[in-house]
C-alpha cells in the first residue's frame, strides 16, 4: 500500500514537490507534531478493523476516542495546502494509502468532491481486488456518481431507484474495503468551496471512522464561507460531538519569515518580510518575482514603490470583486491614509467640499468590507480603528487610484491629520509629513513636521526611521534657503542642529562614511565667525567634539592612526583657546583610550579612561542645567553640558579594558552601572551593547544560561534600532557559546551569519574575530582546505590593519588548527607509519613556532593568551614527552581558576590525566580525567566531554586488566555516541577507528 500511496493523483503533485525542496516547511512544528500524532492514533485502530460485516455504528452520542477529522483553518496562502503535503510525505514513507481532492469554486455538482475519490481508487492496483467483493447492490448504489460502473451491473438494477442512505452506505463500504489494507489518509483541500451534498456525506463518515484506521484532513479558509452554508452548520454540529479538531494556522512571525527567505539578501529579506506579513503564499510570489528581475525590485525597494506579481493582483482583486463600488471608493480613500484608520478620519475624507460627513454611510460601508474580511475592527467605545487585511491588499488599492486623485486624498489628509494632532503634533509628525511629499506640500511645513517626525524616532531609538526623516528635513530645508538672498546665523544653526541628529543617526547604524561627510560639513559650519563674542568658546568646544566624531567615524572602519591624528587636532583646538576640561577632553580622551584598548596597550588605555572618568564626573557635580533642558539639547551640546550618558560610555570602556585583561567580575561591576544609566534613558541600543558585553563576560566564565539570555536580550533590541554590525557580534558570540556547548552545526549557522553581516557593514574586526572560530571549527568537521584559505585570509586582514593583539589571536588560532591536522595524522596512518608521522611532527613543529611568536606579542586578550599557553603545552608534550609539562600545566590550571575560565578547566585536567596515564601513574591519572568529565558535565561542555571520555578511554585500553578494558570500551563507545550528537566529524572518526581496532581484543578476552 505505501507504494501505492505514491499513485495517487493528487492534482499537481510535482509542483508539490518542488515547493517543499526550495521552501522547507517553517514555523508549524508545534501544528505537524499534533499531525503526527494523529497518524500514530490512526494506526493503533488496524487492529481493531476486523473482517468485513456490518456497517459501523456512528459514535455521535457518545465521547469519541478520538478525532477522525482535523480542519487546518487560515487564510488565504497562510500554508494549509504546505502542511497538508508535509503529512502526505509522513504517510508515503508509511503503509498508508492516500486519497486526495480538491473542490472548486466554480465547480458545485452534487458529490464532486468524493466523486473525484472514488476515481482515483478506481484507477488503482487495488481496485480490482475491490471489484470482486463489490456486491451488485453495492455497485448499484454507486453507479449515479461513477456512470462508468454500469456496465458491471446485471440488466434488471439499472431502472432501480437509489436512496440516499442507500448511497452513503455504499461509499463508506466502499472505504471500509479499501481500509482492510491499512490505514487510510483522506485530504479533502480547499473544503470551503464543496458542495453541500459533499459536506454532508462527509460529517457522516465522521460519524462511522471514529474507531476504525480513517484520518480525514481538510484545508478549509472560513473567510470565504457565509453563515448559512450547509458547512458551517456541520462543523459546528462535528465539533459539539468532539469529532474534529481545528488547528489555526498563524501568520509567520519575522524570525520565521526570514528562516523561509533566508536565500535572498538581507535588505530584500527584510522587504519582503513587510509584504508578505506572515503569509508564505505571497513571500513565495514576491521571491519568484524579485528574483526574475533583480534590479528594478532592488530600485523599488529605495523608492518604496512595489509592484506586485501577477498572481498576487489576481488574488487580491477576486477578493474585492464582492465589493460595491462604494465600498471600494471608501477603502482606495483609506489605502492612502496607511495601514490603519479611524471612522472619523475617514469620514472626514470622503466629506464633499468640507462638507457634514455622513458616518452612517460610511460606517455601512465599512461594515460591508469587515463582512468580506478586508477589515478588521480593533479597540472599544471611541477608540476603534479598522486596519487592512493584509499589506498588499493595501498596496494593490492604492496602485490603482489615478496619480491626480492621489494628490488630491494626500493633500486632504495631510490637512485633516494637522488638524487633529494640533495637541500632539509630534505623534503624527510621520504620517503628517508622509502626505505633505506625497502632495507637493510647502517645503517649510515639510521641514516642520520631518523635524518632529526624526526627534520621536530618535527618542524610540529607530535610528533608521529618524536618519529618513532628517535627511529630508535638511534636504528640503536647504533647498528652500537656497532660494533666499540672504541667510541668517539662525537659519544655519537650524540646518547644524539638523545635521547633528542625522550624524548620530548614521554613525549607530554603521554607516561611517556618510556619518563623517555630515560631520566634516558640521565642522566647517563651526568654523566659521561666530555670532557674538560670547559664543567663542563653545564653538571651539564644538568644534573639537566634532573632531572627536570625525576621529570615531575613523575609527569604526578600524583606521587606528586617522584616529589618533583627529584626537591630536581636537587636543590643539582645546590647548590653543586654554581650555583644561569639560566633555570636549573626556571624550577625546575616551577615544584614544579606545585606540590603545585595540592596540593592546591595556596600562595606557585605562588611564585615558579614568581621566575621561574623573572629567564626567566633575562635569556632573558643577552641572547647573536642569535635566527637562539637557534633553531638548542636540546630541552635541548635550555632550558639553555633561550628563551621565558619558559617564556610563566610560563604564563600558573600562569594563571592556578589565575584560580583556581577566578581571571579568570586575567587569561586571562598571556595567551594571552603565546598564542603570542606559535603561534610566531608555538607550535601547546602547543596553543591546552591555547585555552583548555581560553576555561575553558570563560566556568567559562558563555560566553559559546567563549568557544566552543576554545574548537574546540583546540581540531582540539590536534588531529593533536597526544595528546590524551589533547583531553580527551578537550572532558571533551565541555561535561561540554553541560551540563551547557542543552544538557545531548551530555554531557554524551563527558564525557564517555574523560574518555575512560584518562583510555588510564593512566591520573588518568583526571578520578577524569570527573567521578563526569557523576556520577551526570546519577542520574539525574534516573541511581543512576550507579552514586554511578561510584562516589565511583572515591572517592578511588582521596584519593589514595593523592590530598586534588580533595577529596574535589568529596565529594561535592557526597553532590549534596544525594541532588538530597532526593528530588526525598521528592516528590516521594506514597507509605508510613512517611517513605520516614525521608529517605529524613536522605539523607540531610548526604549531610549537606559531604559538610562541603569538604569545611574545603584547596586549593579547587574557583568555586568548591562556589558550594559547595550553596550545602550546599540548604541542610540546606531543613532541618530546617530557614530564616537565605536568608542572606547567598545573601552574596553568592555577591561572584558570583563578580567572574564573572554568571552560578551559576540562581540557587542562584532560592534558595532566593524558600525561599521567602516559607516564605509568594510573590513578593519579585517572583523578585527572573523572575531574575533567565533573567540570564537563557541570557546565555543559559536551565536546569536551566526549574528548575526555575518548582520552580516558584510551588510556584504560592500554591497561592490562579486563575489567579496565571493557570499561575502556563503554567510555569510548559514549564519546561515540556524544560525537555523533556535536556532528564532531574528526573526533567521531578518531573513537570509531579505535573502537574497532578493539573490537577483535575484547572478543579475545
Not at 496562502?77 to 473542490?103: F, H, M, N, P, Y
Not at 467605545?381 to 494626500?410: E, K, M, Q, V
Not at 523635524?451 to 527618542?459: C, D, S, T, V
Not at 608534550?877 to 591561572?895: G, H, I, M, P, S
Request: some cysteine.
Amino acid at each position: 500500500m505505501g507504494k501505492r500511496a505514491k499513485q495517487a493523483d493528487i492534482g499537481s503533485l510535482e509542483e508539490m514537490t518542488r515547493r517543499a525542496q526550495i521552501h522547507p516547511l517553517v514555523g508549524r512544528e508545534q501544528e505537524l507534531a499534533r499531525l503526527q500524532q494523529a497518524l500514530l492514533e490512526t494506526e493503533t485502530r488496524v487492529q481493531a478493523h476486523s473482517t468485513p460485516g456490518a456497517i459501523p455504528e456512528p459514535q455521535s452520542w457518545v465521547m469519541p476516542s478520538r478525532a477522525p477529522f482535523y480542519l487546518l483553518c487560515g487564510d488565504i496562502g497562510i500554508g494549509k495546502t504546505r502542511l497538508a503535503e508535509e503529512v502526505r510525505r509522513e504517510v508515503q514513507k508509511r503503509d498508508w494509502s492516500l486519497l486526495w481532492s480538491r473542490s472548486y469554486v466554480q465547480e458545485r455538482a452534487p458529490y464532486q468532491l468524493w466523486i473525484d475519490i472514488l476515481r482515483q481508487v478506481m484507477e488503482r492496483d487495488l481496485w480490482r481486488e475491490l471489484e470482486e467483493k463489490m456486491s451488485s447492490p453495492l455497485i448499484h448504489s454507486l453507479v449515479n456518481l461513477l456512470p462508468e460502473l454500469a456496465p458491471l451491473l446485471p440488466h434488471e438494477y439499472l431502472a432501480a431507484p437509489i436512496h440516499q442512505d442507500q448511497l452513503w452506505d455504499a461509499m463508506l463500504s466502499l472505504f471500509l474495503l479499501i481500509g482492510k489494507s491499512g490505514p487510510v489518509l483522506v485530504v479533502l483541500d480547499d473544503l470551503q468551496w464543496a458542495d453541500e451534498s459533499s459536506c454532508e456525506f462527509l460529517a457522516y463518515l465522521c460519524r462511522h471512522v471514529v474507531d476504525l484506521p480513517f484520518l480525514l484532513l481538510a484545508t478549509y479558509r472560513n473567510s470565504s464561507l457565509p453563515v448559512e452554508h450547509t458547512l458551517h452548520k456541520q462543523l459546528m454540529q462535528l465539533k459539539r460531538e468532539r469529532l474534529v479538531e481545528s488547528l489555526q494556522l498563524a501568520p509567520l512571525t519575522d524570525d520565521q519569515m526570514a528562516t523561509f527567505v533566508a536565500h535572498m539578501p538581507d535588505q530584500m529579506v527584510q522587504h519582503i518580510q513587510y509584504l508578505a506579513a506572515g503569509n508564505p503564499f505571497f513571500a513565495e510570489e514576491l521571491v519568484r518575482a524579485v528574483e526574475t528581475r533583480q534590479e528594478e525590485y532592488k530600485q523599488e525597494v529605495q523608492s518604496q514603490r512595489w509592484t506586485l506579481p501577477q498572481t498576487i493582483n489576481d488574488l487580491l482583486e477576486q477578493r474585492l470583486g464582492r465589493l460595491s463600488k462604494d465600498c471600494l471608493s471608501i477603502l482606495r480613500a483609506a489605502a492612502v491614509l496607511g495601514v490603519s484608520f479611524s471612522l472619523s478620519t475617514i469620514c472626514l475624507m470622503q466629506a464633499k467640499n468640507g462638507g457634514t460627513p455622513d458616518r452612517e454611510a460610511a460606517l455601512l460601508l465599512l461594515e460591508e468590507a469587515q463582512e468580506a474580511e478586508i477589515l478588521t475592527e480593533q479597540g472599544n467605545g471611541t477608540n476603534i480603528t479598522y486596519h487592512f487585511w493584509h499589506p498588499l491588499l493595501l498596496h494593490h488599492l492604492y496602485d490603482n487610484i489615478s496619480a491626480a486623485r492621489r494628490i488630491l486624498l494626500h493633500r486632504r489628509a495631510g490637512q485633516i491629520l494637522q488638524e487633529l494632532y494640533l495637541q500632539n503634533e509630534e505623534e503624527g509628525a510621520a504620517s503628517i509629513v508622509h502626505h505633505l511629499l506625497q502632495s507637493g506640500g510647502d517645503a517649510r511645513q515639510i521641514v516642520r513636521y520631518a523635524e518632529l517626525a526624526g526627534l520621536r524616532a530618535y527618542k524610540l531609538s529607530a535610528y533608521s526611521e529618524a536618519a529618513r526623516y532628517y535627511w529630508q528635513a535638511v534636504k528640503y530645508l536647504q533647498e528652500h534657503l537656497q532660494k533666499q538672498l540672504q541667510i541668517t546665523a539662525e537659519e544655519q544653526l537650524h540646518v547644524a542642529s539638523l545635521q547633528e541628529y542625522l550624524a548620530e543617526c548614521l554613525r549607530v547604524l554603521n554607516r561611517p562614511d556618510e556619518a563623517q561627510q555630515v560631520y566634516e560639513q558640521l565642522l566647517m559650519t563651526y568654523c566659521q565667525p561666530q555670532p557674538s563674542h560670547n559664543a567663542g568658546p563653545l564653538y571651539t568646544e564644538l568644534q573639537a567634539l566634532l573632531q572627536f566624531h570625525i576621529a570615531r567615524s575613523w575609527y569604526n572602519r578600524e583606521k587606528m592612526e586617522q584616529t589618533l591624528q583627529c584626537c591630536a587636532q581636537a587636543e590643539q583646538i582645546l590647548h590653543t583657546a586654554a581650555i583644561t576640561g569639560g566633555g570636549a577632553w573626556a571624550y577625546t580622551y575616551l577615544q584614544q583610550s579606545y585606540v590603545y584598548w585595540r592596540k593592546g596597550f591595556y596600562a595606557q588605555a585605562s588611564t585615558l579612561a579614568q581621566r575621561a572618568c574623573s572629567l564626567f564626573e566633575d562635569m556632573l557635580q558643577h552641572q547647573d542645567a536642569d535635566a527637562e533642558l539637557i534633553d531638548t539639547l542636540s546630541p552635541i551640546k548635550r555632550m558639553l553640558v555633561g550628563d551621565d550618558v558619558g559617564m556610563a560610555h566610560a563604564y563600558c570602556h573600562l569594563a571592556a579594558i578589565l575584560t580583556s585583561s581577566g578581571q571579568y567580575r570586575e567587569a561586571l561591576v562598571y556595567l551594571n552601572k552603565a546598564l542603570q544609566v542606559y535603561e534610566q534613558h531608555s538607550l535601547r541600543r546602547n543596553v543591546a551593547i552591555v547585555y552583548n558585553d555581560m553576555g561575553d563576560i558570563y560566556l568567559h566564565l562558563a555560566d553559559f544560561s546567563q549568557a544566552q539570555d543576554f545574548f537574546q536580550r540583546g540581540l531582540q533590541d539590536a534588531k529593533y534600532v536597526g544595528d546590524l554590525l551589533l547583531v553580527a557580534y551578537i550572532k558571533g558570540n551565541s555561535g561561540i557559546l554553541a560551540l563551547r556547548c557542543g552544538q557545531l552545526t548551530r555554531a557554524e549557522d551563527h558564525f557564517k551569519h555574523a560574518i555575512t553581516l560584518v562583510e555588510q557593514c564593512n566591520g573588518l574586526l568583526g571578520k578577524v574575530l569570527f573567521s578563526p572560530y569557523l576556520a577551526l571549527l570546519l577542520t574539525e568537521e574534516g573541511k581543512t582546505a576550507q579552514g586554511q584559505s578561510i584562516l589565511h585570509s583572515t591572517l592578511l586582514l588582521a596584519r593589514r590593519l595593523h592590530l598586534v593583539p588580533y595577529i596574535g589571536y589568529v596565529l594561535i588560532t592557526l597553532g590549534n588548527m596544525r594541532l588538530i591536522q597532526a593528530t588526525l595524522l598521528a592516528e590516521h596512518n594506514d597507509t605508510d607509519t613512517n611517513v605520516c608521522e614525521k608529517a605529524s611532527i613536522s605539523l607540531l613543529k610548526k604549531a610549537k613556532r606559531t604559538v610562541e611568536r603569538a604569545l611574545s606579542f603584547d596586549g593579547i586578550d587574557a583568555e586568548i593568551h591562556l589558550e594559547g599557553c595550553l596550545t602550546l603545552l599540548e604541542v610540546s608534550w606531543l613532541l618530546d614527552r617530557n614530564e616537565l609539562v605536568y608542572e606547567q600545566v598545573a601552574l596553568l590550571r592555577t591561572k584558570s581558576e583563578e580567572r574564573g575560565l572554568i571552560w578551559l578547566l576540562p581540557r587542562i585536567e584532560r592534558l595532566l590525566g593524558t600525561i599521567l596515564a602516559a607516564t605509568n601513574h594510573q590513578e593519579q591519572a585517572a583523578l585527572h580525567f573523572e575531574q575533567s568529565l565533573y567540570y564537563a558535565r557541570r557546565y555543559d561542555l559536551q565536546k569536551e566531554y566526549g574528548r575526555t571520555l575518548h582520552s580516558y578511554g584510551k588510556a584504560l585500553l592500554k591497561r592490562s586488566a579486563r575489567v579496565n578494558y571493557t570499561r575502556g570500551v563503554e567510555y569510548l563507545q559514549e564519546a561515540r555516541q556524544v560525537f555523533a550528537r556535536c556532528q564532531a566529524v574528526r573526533d567521531l572518526r578518531l573513537v570509531e577507528k579505535l573502537l574497532a581496532s578493539s573490537s577483535s581484543f575484547v572478543e579475545i578476552l
